[in-house]
C-alpha cells in the first residue's frame, strides 16, 4: 500500500494527539488499562454506517456500580471538547426523556411548536443501568444510537458528531429490570466487563484523591480532529485478506444451525462443551460482527503504531465482540451446572431465591470464546 509524505505527516499527528489523550485520561483514570483501552477503540472505530452517516462504535458497560464509568465518560467528553450528558434511565422514563419532545413557543407574535432536544444530542452519551428502562423507551433510543438521528413530528435532527454512547448494565440487580432485546444487544460493538482495580491501583486512586477536586483538564483534540482521526484510521490501516477471512470464519463458527462446513467448524471448537449432540451456543452472532470486529481491530492496530491489522488484533477484541451476541441454551447449561431449576423462561432459571441470567454467565462465555479461538485456523483463506 503507497503512502505519501502527506498521509504521513497526518498518521504521525493523529498518532501524537492519542498519545496525549490517553496520557491525560490516566490522570484521572487510575488503572483499569483495559476499559481505557476499550473505550478509546469504540471512539474511534467505524459503528453502525446508514445512508452515508457513520457512528462511533458504542459500547455497553456490564460493571458493578462505583468502577468509575461515568468518570472515564465524562473525562473522555472534556479532552475532545464535547458534551457529556448521564442519563440514568428508570421504569416509568419515556422516549421523549431521552430524544426530546416539541414544546409550544411564541415567536415573533405566533405561538409554533420547536424541538426540544433531549440528553441524547451530545457527543458522548451514558446511559446509566439500560436495563431498567421500559421497552419502548430502548426502541426509540436505538435508532439515535445506531444511526445518530431522531425523527419527530414529520422531521429529522441529526444528532452532532462524534457520537459516543456508553450503556452500562447492573449485573447485581433483577428486580425492575428488563431483558435486553437481542436487536439492541446487537447494536452495541462491544460488551466490556469491567472488573475491580488491584490493590496497588486502588491505593494510587486513595492518594490521588484529594487533587482531583483541582484538576482542570483542557481538550487536546478537537472534535473534527477526532472525526478526521476515525477517517483515516478507516481508510489507512491495511487489512490482509487472510486476516479478513479469520474474523470471518471466528465469527461463522459461532453458529450451531448452519449446515455444511460451517456445523462441522462449530462442532470442531465447541464439542467438549456439547451435552449429548446439543450445542451450548443456542444462537450465533450476525453478520455485522465480523464488520464491527474488522473495524476495532483497525483502531487498535493504529492505538498500538501499526498500519495493518494482525491475528492479536482480532483475538484480543474477539470476547469483547462476541460475548453479548452468543445466546447460550439456557436449559443445558442449567443440566451442565447441575442446579435444581423451575423454569420461567428460556433463558432465566430460579435457584433458590437468586435468579441467574444465563446469557450472562460470563465465566462460561469465555470458555466458549477460547474455544472458538483455539480451533478455528488462521491460515485458512477462502
Known amino acids: 500500500m503507497m503512502t505519501s509524505r502527506t498521509d504521513t505527516a497526518d498518521k504521525e499527528t493523529y498518532r501524537a494527539k492519542l498519545t496525549m489523550l490517553e496520557k491525560q485520561i490516566r490522570q484521572v483514570v487510575v488503572g483499569n488499562d483495559y ?10 472505530s467505524d459503528g453502525q454506517k446508514t445512508l452515508g452517516r457513520t457512528t462511533c462504535a458504542h459500547v455497553l458497560l456490564l460493571a458493578y456500580p462505583g468502577l468509575g464509568k461515568t468518570t472515564a465518560g465524562e473525562t473522555i467528553a472534556q479532552l475532545i471538547g464535547g458534551v457529556f450528558r448521564r442519563i440514568q434511565l428508570v421504569a416509568d422514563m419515556l422516549p421523549s426523556d431521552i430524544l426530546g419532545a416539541p414544546v409550544l413557543e411564541n415567536v415573533d407574535g405566533k405561538k409554533e411548536f420547536t424541538f426540544l432536544r433531549g440528553p441524547i444530542f451530545s457527543n458522548s452519551v451514558l446511559l446509566d443501568e439500560i436495563n431498567r428502562a421500559p421497552p419502548r423507551t430502548l426502541s426509540a433510543a436505538l ?38 432485546p437481542e436487536a439492541l444487544l446487537d447494536r452495541f460493538a462491544m460488551r466490556i466487563i469491567v472488573d475491580y482495580l488491584s490493590e496497588t491501583d486502588e491505593m494510587a486512586l486513595s492518594e490521588r484523591e484529594e487533587s482531583f477536586a483541582n484538576l482542570a483538564l483542557k481538550p487536546v483534540m478537537a472534535q473534527e480532529e477526532v472525526i478526521a482521526t476515525r477517517a483515516f484510521i478507516r481508510s489507512h490501516v491495511y487489512v490482509d485478506r487472510a486476516c479478513r477471512a479469520y474474523a470471518v470464519r471466528l465469527v461463522y463458527a459461532t453458529r450451531p444451525h448452519v449446515d455444511g462446513e460451517g456445523a462441522l467448524l462449530h462442532h470442531h471448537c465447541l464439542h467438549d462443551l456439547y451435552v449429548g449432540n446439543r450445542s451450548p451456543v443456542f444462537v450465533g452472532c450476525s453478520p ?12 487498535r492496530a493504529f492505538l498500538h503504531g501499526r498500519d495493518e491489522v494482525w491475528y492479536e488484533d482480532i483475538q484480543d477484541l474477539a470476547f469483547d465482540v462476541l460475548n453479548h451476541r452468543l445466546v447460550l441454551d439456557g436449559t443445558l447449561l442449567a443440566q451442565r451446572a447441575g442446579r435444581p431449576i423451575t423454569y420461567l423462561d428460556e433463558n432465566l432459571i430460579e435457584h433458590g431465591e437468586r435468579t441467574f441470567d444465563l446469557r450472562d454467565d460470563v465465566g462460561f462465555l469465555r470458555q466458549v470464546v477460547r474455544r472458538l479461538l483455539r480451533g478455528v485456523p488462521t491460515e485458512a483463506t477462502p
Open 143 to 180: 435508532q439515535a444510537m445506531a444511526e445518530g438521528k431522531v425523527d419527530m413530528n414529520h422531521e429529522r435532527y441529526y444528532i452532532e458528531e462524534p457520537f459516543f454512547v456508553m450503556a452500562t448494565q447492573n449485573p447485581l440487580e433483577q428486580e425492575g429490570t428488563y431483558p435486553l
Open 288 to 299: 455485522r460482527t465480523h464488520l464491527v470486529l474488522i473495524n476495532l481491530a483497525k483502531a
Open 35 to 44: 476499559l481505557v483501552h476499550r473505550l478509546l477503540y469504540g471512539l474511534f
